[in-house]
Nanobody, 120 residues
Framework: QVQLVESGGGLVQPGGSLRLSCAASGSILSINSMGWYRQAPGKQRELVAT???????NYADSVKGRFAISRDNAKNTVYLQMNSLKPEDTAVYYC??????????????WGQGTLVTVSS
């Protein structure tokens, strides 16, 4: 009914940049908030950044000053601009959204993930 699809992952050298995109589709009335999480091998999934409907943002301390989250409400899409990438940023990145479905119910929806590898 509701899907999130990430794109933009890949291999990049330390110090490089990538931009991730996540598009929501399906029976959506509105999206209250969206965010990015990541999970490295053998580690728990952790919050990277979130953005509210009105545009307010918050970031994990490890990415402040390097990453920027944004959204296009008309397209139901959220972006993550990643600059000055470090090897420790290597992980599968997941999009998340708090969605109001057409039936009025609130749904927490996850994307399938996109792999980001930072290596020289």
């Amino acid at each position: 009914q509701v899907q999130l699809v990430e794109s933009g992952g890949g291999l990049v050298q330390p110090g490089g940049s990538l931009r991730l995109s996540c598009a929501a589709s399906g029976s959506i009335l509105s999206i209250n908030s969206m965010g990015w999480y990541r999970q490295a091998p053998g580690k728990q999934r952790e919050l990277v950044a979130t953005i509210a409907t009105g545009g307010s943002t918050n970031y994990a301390d490890s990415v402040k000053g390097r990453f920027a989250i944004s959204r296009d409400n008309a397209k139901n899409t959220v972006y993550l601009q990643m600059n000055s990438l470090k090897p420790e940023d290597t992980a599968v990145y997941y999009c998340n959204a708090l969605v109001v479905a057409n039936n009025g119910r609130y749904l927490q929806v996850w994307g399938q993930g996109t792999l980001v590898t930072v290596s020289s």
